[in-house]
T-cell receptor, first 114, second 112 residues
Framework: DSGVTQTPKHLITATGQRVTLRCSPRSGDLSVYWYQQSLDQGLQFLIQYYNGEERAKGNILERFSAQQFPDLHSELNLSSLELGDSALYFC?????????????FGSGTRLTVV | GDSVTQMEGPVTLSEEAFLTINCTYTATGYPSLFWYVQYPGEGLQLLLKATKADDKGSNKGFEATYRKETTSFHLEKGSVQVSDSAVYFCALSLTGRRALTFGSGTRLQVQP
């Protein structure tokens, strides 16, 4: 157990629908990162939050949004889903003193859009 | 922009063979470098890291040296085991930006 918890582990939904993925960071970590892993695009950075504030944005689509709550858990919202959104979505966390020294990843949520 | 290039896989080796997975990077600053491993059906685990030039990261028999002159961070292991079969990702992170940039991953298959 890495200490980063992601739920649900698997999600199957239809095109056009909206889903929410949840991530609880490792205890004490203030930063949360979301990544998308697909066969054709590899691992893509989506967005980072630090202590409730958006810190950096990567290749995140406008249909996607995220937030980090006061208890530091984060949610990634995916809307108007398309077949191409099927992927593994990973959350990672890092602490203030661990910047540039490594990140702890959750086990991921596998999203299948049918 | 920043990028990481890894050798194409899959890499297929016999048990106890020597492993090298090449990784080169392009970055505008002085990045920290990482190797992550992903076992089937699991998330990414940090394997080793190096934060400055000439640093050597090591863990579980794997090693990689941060070579600034060749912008490389090749992963090596002297004797692989079947249990090392996984996908290996090279990644970088720039000071102050923190988000990891990953290579495309290299699948390693070790046969008994």
């Amino acid at each position: 157990d890495s200490g980063v918890t992601q739920t649900p582990k698997h999600l199957i939904t239809a095109t056009g629908q909206r889903v929410t993925l949840r991530c609880s960071p490792r205890s004490g970590d203030l930063s949360v990162y979301w990544y998308q892993q697909s066969l054709d695009q590899g691992l893509q950075f989506l967005i980072q939050y630090y202590n409730g504030e958006e810190r950096a944005k990567g290749n995140i689509l406008e249909r996607f949004s995220a937030q980090q709550f006061p208890d530091l858990h984060s949610e990634l919202n995916l809307s108007s889903l398309e077949l191409g959104d099927s992927a593994l979505y990973f959350c990672a966390s890092s602490g203030r003193t661990e910047a540039n020294y490594g990140y702890t990843f959750g086990s991921g949520t596998r999203l299948t859009v049918v | 922009g920043d990028s990481v290039t890894q050798m194409e896989g899959p890499v297929t080796l016999s048990e106890e063979a020597f492993l090298t997975i090449n990784c080169t990077y392009t970055a505008t600053g002085y990045p920290s470098l990482f190797w992550y491993v992903q076992y089937p059906g699991e998330g990414l685990q940090l394997l080793l890291k190096a934060t400055k030039a000439d640093d050597k990261g090591s863990n579980k028999g794997f090693e990689a040296t941060y070579r600034k002159e060749t912008t490389s961070f090749h992963l090596e292991k002297g004797s692989v085991q079947v249990s090392d079969s996984a996908v290996y990702f090279c990644a970088l992170s720039l000071t102050g930006r923190r988000a990891l940039t990953f290579g495309s991953g290299t699948r390693l298959q070790v046969q008994p």
